[in-house]
């Protein structure tokens, strides 16, 4: 199994509140990424999925904690590794990070091409200025941004243009996961396309060995992803492939975000917007049962009682509910 | 809807807005024409830049207009005096993108909720009655008044405040309501909602509602008529089918091309 490029068993993390209470953020999550997939992560906000992300790179400061599971990067088991190693070994090379609003985060008063000499410094230190400047430009290139952005500061560019900067630093060492925390959701959908297409070209080429896309926009997420899980309250609750997950969803709660799927096509002005009644559990004191049972539609009494495993059926799906597949077809059937 | 259009309710003339002088000039708005009718959804698109929002700050006379002139209902808009800007505002009122600079911070949710009821006049019901509106608005918008009296603004989530906003305009019945991109910071399953009870509300009031939004999905599924707007001009206008299924203009095909879509093929090779 020497393709799987991140492995997560049973991933915990929780955050410590300023009163000493626990929130479980990150409960026993488990996914696997191959090389050359993407992986999307959908759900409402507060569900977890950008903890989920934080907590991937094994990277914690608090108010976050590790509580448990195993990450392994590439045959490489991370866990438990001291933050400073992290940082030094892991960090840039074999995960890239690229945060909500990434582009709010390169230094107006620097060049493009420092931050780049930064990466450099840390990660490859014998490395000379002119060496970085042709490493930097052949890349730059190569992912379609003119090479004289090296020499702009982060003022001079454009929205879209920083954020496709920000996501060529930091890939700029080729590592094995690249962890996109809502890349586009700032900008408008021109650059937003430019922003998946160089993300994409990224993966083809092979310069990014396999990728996590989170957002909740999911028309999106359909387009660039292989795989969909969908998060809710902290947990799994369905993981098929992109197509799947959008046009058969089988879990009560991946079938509501499905519903509120607004596209401009042909037909979908008469479809009624499903919108899931109801507000997420404070995870402070997450319910017994199932986590959705409260605005399920097809609860029964069982559910809120009893902890609800991950089901496997046939094709790799996985999802969370005590009704069996036919079960909820039939339900579904019946309206 | 035919037999909702009865007569136009808010109209633009060569309507322009700049902003600067010399050579810092920026024409913001460039005369713009608009008729909008009683009942009617309209979507204002464009892309970041292109004047939606000056122009809807124009509409609400939160902003002058270099050129150009508004009628209400017939009559020209007079908004000189801070009294007749309040009297326009019973008719008008907006809810903007971002549910968390949306309120005063220092006021309570009574105190939002109790400013609408007098400011339709109702000062001197009883507090009784006054609690009865209250709740009912909040019941509208599935919140608990109960829950949320005596608290502060920021003590509710994003999507509590942008419910709580409709519940204002509930008790307002204002004959217009603009919503300045009501959904961009909300994630798509309250998006879902939030529209829901947009529209649940204008079937119970009867207002004009003008969605001013880049959101392309949200303004096909929502409108009747679409108005593009690029640099300050509206580029293309009709009905919802007519520009969104069959854009005419360039720059209406390529802002549609450039929205991710699942039963079609996204072309990512046009940009």
């Known amino acids: 199994m020497s393709n799987v490029m991140l492995e997560v068993k049973d991933l915990t993390t929780k955050y410590i509140t300023r009163f000493g209470e626990d929130i479980y953020a990150v409960d026993h999550v488990s996914l696997k990424v191959e090389d050359g997939k993407s992986l999307g992560i959908a759900g409402e906000s507060g569900c977890g999925k950008s903890t989920l992300a934080l907590s991937l790179m094994g990277y914690y400061f608090p108010p976050l904690h590790y509580t448990g599971g195993e990450i392994t990067i590439d045959g490489r088991n991370i866990t438990g590794m001291n933050p400073d190693d992290v940082r030094k070994s892991v960090l840039g090379t074999e995960i890239a990070y690229i945060p909500q609003s990434a582009m709010n985060a390169l230094n107006p008063t620097r060049k493009i091409i420092h931050f780049i000499e930064d990466v450099f410094e840390a990660h490859n230190p014998?490395?000379?200025?002119?060496?970085?400047?042709?490493i930097a430009k052949g890349f730059f290139e190569t992912v379609g941004l003119p090479a004289e952005v090296l020499q702009?500061?982060?003022?001079?560019?454009?929205?879209?243009?920083?954020?496709?900067?920000?996501?060529?630093?930091?890939?700029?060492?080729?590592?094995?996961?690249?962890?996109?925390?809502?890349?586009?959701?700032?900008?408008?959908?021109?650059?937003?396309?430019?922003?998946?297409?160089?993300?994409?070209?990224?993966?083809?080429?092979?310069?990014?060995?396999?990728?996590?896309?989170?957002?909740?926009?999911?028309?999106?997420?359909?387009?660039?992803?292989?795989?969909?899980?969908?998060?809710?309250?902290?947990?799994?609750?369905?993981?098929?492939?992109?197509?799947?997950?959008?046009?058969?969803?089988?879990?009560?709660?991946?079938?509501?975000?499905?519903?509120?799927?607004?596209?401009?096509?042909?037909?979908?002005?008469?479809?009624?917007?499903?919108?899931?009644?109801?507000?997420?559990?404070?995870?402070?004191?997450?319910?017994?049962?199932c986590r959705f049972a409260e605005r399920c539609l097809y609860v029964r009494p069982l559910c809120t009682t009893h902890p609800v495993r991950l089901r496997e059926i046939a094709g790799g799906r996985t999802y969370r509910c005590i009704l069996s597949e036919e079960e909820l077809r039939e339900a579904y059937k019946n309206g | 809807m035919a037999d909702k259009r009865k007569q136009v309710c808010l109209k633009g003339t060569g309507l322009t807005k700049v902003f600067g002088i010399g050579r810092q000039q920026t024409v913001a708005v460039d005369h713009v024409d608009f008729e909008f009718y009683e009942g009617e959804i309209i979507s204002i698109v464009g892309e970041s830049g292109s004047g939606k929002t000056t122009l809807a700050k124009m509409l609400l006379g939160l902003i002058g207009t270099t050129e150009g002139d508004i009628y209400f209902q017939g009559k020209k808009r007079?908004?000189?005096?801070?009294?007749?800007?309040?009297?326009?505002?019973?008719?008008?009122?907006?809810?903007?993108?971002?549910?968390?600079?949306?309120?005063?911070?220092?006021?309570?949710?009574?105190?939002?909720?109790?400013?609408?009821?007098?400011?339709?006049?109702?000062?001197?019901?009883?507090?009784?009655?006054?609690?009865?509106?209250?709740?009912?608005?909040?019941?509208?918008?599935?919140l608990k008044f109960e829950e949320l009296t005596n608290k502060y603004p920021f003590e509710l989530s994003g999507g509590q405040m942008q419910r709580l906003m409709i519940a204002r305009i509930f008790l307002l019945k204002p004959k217009i309501l603009l919503a300045d991109e009501p959904t961009s910071m909300i994630d798509a399953c309250s998006r879902a909602t939030i529209l829901d009870m947009l529209m649940q509300l204008r079937d119970e009031i009867d207002m004009t509602l003008i969605f001013i939004t880049h959101d392309i999905g949200l303004a096909y599924f929502v409108s009747d008529s679409v108005y593009i707007m690029e640099r300050g001009i509206f580029v293309e206008r009709g009905s919802a089918d007519e520009v969104i299924l069959h854009p005419k203009e360039a720059y209406t095909q390529r802002l549609i091309n450039d929205v991710p879509k699942i039963y079609e093929e996204w072309d990512l090779s046009t940009v």
């Open chain 1, 126 to 134: 014998l490395a000379t200025k002119k060496e970085i400047y042709d």
């Open chain 2, 78 to 142: 007079d908004i000189s005096s801070q009294k007749k800007k309040k009297e326009y505002w019973k008719n008008i009122q907006a809810i903007f993108q971002d549910p968390f600079s949306s309120y005063n911070i220092f006021n309570k949710i009574d105190s939002v909720l109790l400013d609408c009821i007098h400011m339709r006049g109702g000062k001197k019901l009883p507090y009784a009655k006054k609690l009865e509106l209250m709740t009912e608005a909040c019941g509208f918008v599935n």
């Open chain 1, 152 to 289: 702009k500061y982060p003022v001079e560019l454009s929205g879209g243009m920083k954020q496709r900067t920000v996501i060529a630093i930091s890939v700029i060492l080729s590592p094995t996961v690249l962890i996109a925390d809502e890349p586009s959701s700032a900008l408008d959908v021109t650059s937003q396309k430019m922003v998946i297409k160089m993300l994409r070209s990224l993966m083809n080429n092979g310069y990014v060995k396999s990728m996590i896309f989170i957002t909740h926009e999911l028309p999106l997420l359909y387009n660039v992803t292989d795989d969909i899980m969908v998060m809710y309250a902290g947990q799994i609750v369905e993981k098929a492939s992109a197509k799947e997950a959008v046009f058969d969803p089988l879990h009560p709660y991946s079938r509501g975000l499905m519903g509120s799927i607004i596209v401009p096509e042909e037909g979908l002005r008469d479809v009624r917007l499903t919108a899931i009644p109801g507000v997420p559990p404070n995870l402070k004191n997450p319910p017994a049962g």
